[in-house]
Structures are given as C-alpha cells and as structure tokens.
C-alpha cells in the first residue's frame, strides 16, 4: 500500500501518470479531484478569482492519463464530491467540481448515497449506502444496488454478510418472518444485525448460502447467444 500526499494537483496527477506507466500498482485511487488544488490557487492570495483552473487541469491531466491506462492493467479510481448551483430552481441543482472532462473519459460513474443508518442498541454503527451506476461503458448503465458500510468492529468496511442476507431474501433462500431470518430449519438470528453476527461466526454456512445464491443467479440469468457463423466463401 502505498500513500501519497502532494502539494499541489499538478503534482498528484503527475505522480497518478508516473504509477501507471510503471504498471507497478494495479489500483490508484485519487482522493478527490474536489480537493485537487492547482499551484496557481495555491501561490495566489485569498480571495482571487481565478475561474477554469481546476477545469482545464483535468482536462489536460485526463487527455494524457486515458492513452496510459488504455496501454496498462492500471485502473484509477477518482473520488469526487458534490456541489450546488446558486439560483437553479429547476432541475438538478448538484454538480461535481473539476469540469467535465471526467465525466467523458471515465468508463465507470457510480453515484453513492447514504441512504438510511444502521442501529445497534441505539448506537449508530453504520450507514446504509444506494449506489447507482450513471454512466457505464462496460455494462448496461443505471443500475442500482444498496450494501452495509459498518463504522467499526469485525465487520468494518462493505459488509459481506449483510450482502448475502439481501441477496438471500430477494432469491426466497433465506426467509425472514417478522423480524427472525431463518435458512432451512435453521434461525439466524433475531434482527438484520445479530444475523449479520450469525453468519460471521459460522462461515461454512456462509459459504452455503453464498454458493447457493450464486447457482440461483445463475440460472436466472439469459443464456449468451453465440455468434453466427461466417458462411463459406465461395471458390
């Protein structure tokens, strides 16, 4: 794991371009493009206007940065945050700083939202995140999904048994009646949370599930035509 923290954008993107040519990493993430601060902002007192440059950093960093990571195993992942328009009284008043340069060259655009936090005996351990895919090149786009990001404990990050307990209950493999979660014959437990703990501390059963979720989605999934033929040329 590597970690760097440069003074200016121009030096960030710089070291971004220098990781990928090297092809000696196989994830960057640039935490965020929001707080790319170009040397100008930088050397200028406050309070100077100094509109586009942020703009026109990305712009320039990006033109050079898709050729390299087109011609590596590389991929970056850029951060951003949301601002809002004074004034706008229709529409949709957010908008991501750095131009839109970004929003062109990426292959992937995930907008991610907290959409409700998650109690644990009136304390708040975690928050549950909508991702929603609003730009895809790769896959169709617009898809959404919802996952666990817990704050602390054995389960800190992206809960993948919180995950399995979702993904169960929507296949029918996991039933939950009130508030009890039940896989066969067997309780998981009483409330999302102790059966999240449930499944942690059995991970054979874990596995079952995981495993009989998988052949589910599987066999739900359309059949992948194969291509046509090319008809014999003809002498």
């Known amino acids: 794991l590597l970690i760097s923290q440069p003074d200016t954008g121009e030096q960030a993107l710089e070291i971004t371009e220098a990781l990928v040519r090297s092809n000696a990493v196989d994830v960057i993430v640039v935490d965020s493009v929001a707080a790319l601060v170009p040397r100008a902002e930088l050397e200028g007192d406050m309070g100077d206007s100094l509109p586009g440059l942020q703009a026109r950093l990305m712009s320039q960093a990006l033109r050079k940065l898709a050729a390299a990571i087109s011609r590596s195993r590389t991929a970056v992942i850029f951060i951003n945050q949301l601002r809002e328009k004074i004034g706008v009284f229709f529409g949709n008043p957010e908008v991501t700083p750095g131009g839109r340069a970004l929003k062109f060259y990426s292959s992937v655009r995930i907008d991610l939202r907290r959409a409700e936090t998650i109690k644990q005996s009136n304390q708040i351990v975690g928050s549950r995140v909508r991702a929603k895919v609003v730009k895809n090149k790769v896959a169709p ?35 939950k009646q009130g508030a009890f979660f039940s896989y066969g014959n067997q309780r998981l437990g009483q409330g999302r949370e102790n059966a999240k703990d449930f499944l942690r501390d059995n991970p054979e059963l874990t596995e079952e599930i995981e495993a009989e979720i998988r052949r589910k989605a599987e066999a739900a999934s359309p059949a992948v035509a194969s291509a046509p033929k090319e008809p014999p040329e003809l002498e």
């Open 141 to 175: 786009p617009f898809r959404t999904a919802e996952f666990d990001m817990m704050f602390a404990g054995k389960s800190m990050g992206i809960s993948r048994e919180g995950d399995i307990i979702d993904l169960g209950v929507e296949k029918g493999i996991i039933s």
